[in-house]
């Protein structure tokens, strides 16, 4: 079976530009979560779905940042405008809803924003 | 909040011998999971083993085995019979019996030496 799959793997950008990141969790999975990893800030989690629904958008730092799910099998995001403190590695994880399934990781897009 | 502590930013052993990785947590919570997570070079999020906070048996896959303190709130990583695929960061990961997201220590990177 695919794993978690994100795209691009890779992008460079330049400040104000608008970024979307995508992600196709693993069949059957109906929680998707996203995380940024940062050399000053580590893993964190930016926002969560259930369901398609989201559940938990406390991480997201600024209104620049949003992400939606339309369905079970893509989400997107999005940073508009992005500025150059958005350059990290964006992972994103799907599992089956509940806290003891583990999460699987997709290989993550790291973007370089200049 | 939760918390997950690593104080060991790096560690290095030499090839086949056995290395202890360290995580501490802060916690409220009676139930909750454990995690440890390899980060290899190509960044591919994988997890190592998990630990659930009821089981008083710590868990083991192959070389790899924790040693879980419940009221120490500790929860360490040992890898037995070092081979050099295991250099990567190791990350210890919480999460809580009725959340879904995880909380990441820092990190350990770890070097084998030949």
């Known amino acids: 079976d695919a794993g978690v799959i994100q795209s691009p793997r890779h992008e460079v950008t330049e400040m104000g530009q608008e970024v979307t990141l995508r992600c196709k969790p693993i069949?059957?999975?109906?929680?998707l979560f996203w995380y940024r990893q940062t050399m000053m800030r580590g893993l964190e989690l930016l926002i969560y779905f259930n369901n398609n629904v989201p559940i938990d958008d406390s991480g997201m730092p600024e209104d620049r940042f949003s992400a939606k799910m339309p369905n079970a099998s893509f989400s997107t995001l999005k940073i508009q405008p992005s500025e150059p403190r958005d350059s990290a590695v964006y992972f994103c994880?799907?599992?089956?809803?509940?806290?003891?399934?583990?999460?699987?990781f997709g290989p993550g897009t790291r973007l370089t924003v200049t | 909040a939760q918390t997950v502590t690593q104080s060991q930013p790096e560690m290095s052993v030499q090839e086949a011998e056995t290395v202890t990785l360290s995580c501490t947590y802060d916690?409220?919570?009676?139930?909750?999971?454990l995690f440890w997570y390899k980060q290899p070079p190509s960044r591919q999020m994988i997890l190592v083993i998990r630990?659930?906070?009821?089981?008083?048996q710590n868990a083991t896959e192959n070389r790899f085995s924790v040693n879980f303190q419940k009221a120490a709130k500790s929860f360490s990583l040992k890898i037995s019979d070092s081979q050099l695929g295991d250099a990567a960061m190791y990350f210890c990961a919480y999460r809580g019996q009725g959340a879904q997201k995880l909380v990441f220590g820092q990190g350990t990177r770890l070097t084998i030496n030949p």
């Open positions: 630990q659930e906070a009821y089981k008083q």
């Open positions: 069949s059957g999975h109906n929680s």
């Open positions: 916690t409220s919570e009676s139930d909750y999971y």
């Open positions: 994880a799907s599992s089956l809803r509940g806290g003891r399934y583990e999460q699987y």
